[in-house]
């Protein structure tokens, strides 16, 4: 067995092609998504967001009666209510307005 270095190097070109194989095209932010799904996505998340609601309210309920040294470790391994809600709730508003924005652009411009 024999290990033989292979030196090869591309040209401007090649590289161009390559950079732009899986780039998306500019009309992929404007493709809109099937409406029941984007109801189905929303009313899970939404669904989450009130279980992470409750967990982040026994959380603060929880926080009340900690002292000091169990408030800096509390959240270690375990998931935080609070980041998770908020990353959810981000998540789902900015879905739905760029299927909003989406929509109107295509009911204007098409």
Known sequence: ?????IDYRKNEL????????????WTYGLTLNDFGEQAKENGKC?????????AYE?????EITMTPEQ???????????K?????????????NIVQTLGSMIDSQAF
């Open 58 to 62: 026994k959380s603060v309920q929880e």
């Open 83 to 95: 980041r998770h809600l908020e990353e959810m709730a981000e998540n789902l508003m900015s879905n």
């Open 1 to 5: 067995y024999y290990s033989i270095a």
């Open 71 to 81: 408030l800096r470790t509390r959240h270690v391994g375990k998931r935080d209510p």
């Open 14 to 25: 090649e590289q161009k092609m390559l950079l732009n194989l899986n780039r998306k095209n």
């Open 46 to 54: 939404v669904k989450e967001i009130s279980h992470l609601a409750e």
